[in-house]
């Protein structure tokens, strides 16, 4: 079965930016969405966007200035990239596969990853 | 925006009741764009429910998901121990492409 796993840097400064890998197992990354998603510490789940192997991106307008998706289909990896970084960025970060088959959702999801801003 | 607004905030219950969560969305969205996960802490979200009513692979069967529209629902028919989490929907629209409700608090009473 599919299994997707984050890693990056836990903790990251101010102005800085975020760089996230998610390592899909088990099954092909071509043919569907791949897609990140965030939750600060005791709130809500915010989408931040998916790419598609052909390389069709899209993302959350109030992100989309500062995020890039991109996916490596020879190492079976996806990675997001935020820039220009605030306090307001620290949460947890999750990859997750996007189906889109009677309806639209995620699954499955890694376990998610902590990112933490401290200058 | 589609805003999908969860009540209530916290659902205090005993095991065993049933559990009635409520997602209503700011416009109406088809009933095949509307899941529903579950999170419990220090975990990722689980999904349990998509296409309004569909459960997901291994979901068990006290769990059901039904709505039109504006108002959709997520029933627990008799809830287990391991059913007291975090319970969010999901809909797919219009830009932002996908949006989560605030969540709903299942806690035991």
Known sequence: QVQLQESGPGLVKPSETLSLTCTVSGGPIDTFFWTWIRQPPGKGLEWIGFIHDSGMTDYNPSLKSRVTISVDTSKNQFSLRLTSLTAADTAGYYCAREVAKVGYRFDPWGHGTLVTLAS | ?109
């Open chain 2, 1 to 109: 925006e589609i805003v999908l607004t969860q009540s209530p905030g916290t659902l205090s219950l005993s095991p065993g009741e049933r559990a009635t969560l409520s997602c209503r969305a700011s416009q109406s969205i088809s009933t095949f764009y509307l899941a529903w996960y579950q999170q419990k802490p220090g975990q990722a979200p689980r999904l349990l429910i998509y296409g309004t009513s569909t459960r997901a692979t291994g979901i068990p069967g006290r769990f059901s998901g039904s709505g039109s529209g504006t108002d959709f629902s997520l029933t627990i028919s008799g809830l287990e121990p391991e059913d007291f989490a975090v319970y969010y929907c999901q809909q797919y629209g219009a830009s932002p492409r996908f949006t989560f409700g605030g969540g709903t608090k299942v806690e035991i009473k």
